[in-house]
């Protein structure tokens, strides 16, 4: 019967897959393991579809049993003997956590496992390899998904920072996704990059008549609070000085707004108040 034919065709496919993955193999390392897990999750899934198809079968039921066996050993095997250390307060190779979270293998609690190896990683002392590596980890944290692990990648990312490193963080401000936007806006939080350590900069900028240099600091305190008055107005005042006049009244204007819908009397920028605002934009248009 063809459905007898089809039904042996895939079972000693099942059986195939499965003797290669319970196969010992010695001295893999991270990313290797975490292959084989991920292989055992796609077969997992197509023996779930094949119990499902001859559910009469106990063969078929057999075989979903054998695979759910061997994904959760292959889970156990991810951590490997040289991780697991730190769970009972032990010291790890730092190749080995490194490698790990390059792999940034994706399990049942995962998330508490690398947030130990995080703490632990960033209070140590680095070469300028682990440092350059662990950046791209960091990097690839911030464009791939929440997670609840992110803050201690922020805690990480405070050690390991250089200025090609915010770079990289303060392009991603501009993402078309609003959670890796997010994300980064964490990261340079936590590297002391915020809103108010560009405010203060280019404030700093901007009374040494240094317009082009405060310009970009106080773009990066708009990109990363894009609703804030003070970041909006100071900008404005620096867009006038350079005589970019069209994107100083986009600015003012929006402080208004702003204003006008809040029912503020005080915007918060030294020495800038609503009417005085109201007048630079109205001198700019004339």
């Not at 049942?108 to 300028?128: M, N, V």
């Not at 920072?161 to 303060?170: I, T, Y």
Request: charged share 35%.
């Amino acid at each position: 019967m063809p459905d007898d034919t089809i039904f042996k065709d895939r079972l000693k496919d099942l059986l195939d897959r499965i003797e290669q993955l319970e196969a010992p193999v010695d001295g893999l390392g991270t990313a290797a393991r975490m292959a084989r897990f991920q292989k055992s999750k796609i077969l997992c899934e197509a023996a779930l579809r094949f119990k499902r198809e001859f559910q009469n079968s106990e063969e078929a039921a057999g075989v979903l049993d054998r695979v759910t066996d061997l994904e959760d050993e292959l889970e156990d095997q991810l951590l490997g003997p040289e991780l697991l250390v730190l769970q009972r307060g032990e010291s790890v190779p730092l190749e080995t956590a490194v490698d790990f979270l390059e792999a940034d293998p994706w399990f049942f609690r995962s998330g508490y496992f690398k947030a130990d190896l995080l703490r632990y990683i960033a209070r140590l002392r680095l070469t300028d390899e682990y440092r350059s590596r662990l950046r791209k980890v960091v990097l690839a944290a911030i464009d791939f998904r929440d997670r609840r692990e992110f803050r201690w990648y922020c805690k990480l990312a405070r050690a390991i920072q250089d200025k090609d490193f915010l770079k990289d963080v303060e392009r991603r401000l501009t993402s078309g996704d609003s959670g890796i936007r997010r994300r980064a806006r964490w990261v340079l939080a936590a590297t002391t990059h915020n809103e108010t350590f560009h405010l203060n900069r280019g404030a700093k900028q901007y009374r040494r008549k240094e317009y082009r240099q405060a310009l970009g600091d106080f773009n990066r305190a708009v990109l990363m609070t894009p609703d804030s008055t003070k970041a909006l107005t100071w900008r404005g005042m620096v867009l006038a000085k350079l005589r970019m006049f069209d994107q100083a009244i986009a600015d003012l204007t929006r402080v208004i707004e702003f204003n006008d819908q809040t029912n503020s009397e005080i915007i918060e920028c030294p020495y800038m108040r609503v009417e005085p605002i109201r007048s630079i934009k109205a001198r700019m248009c004339v």
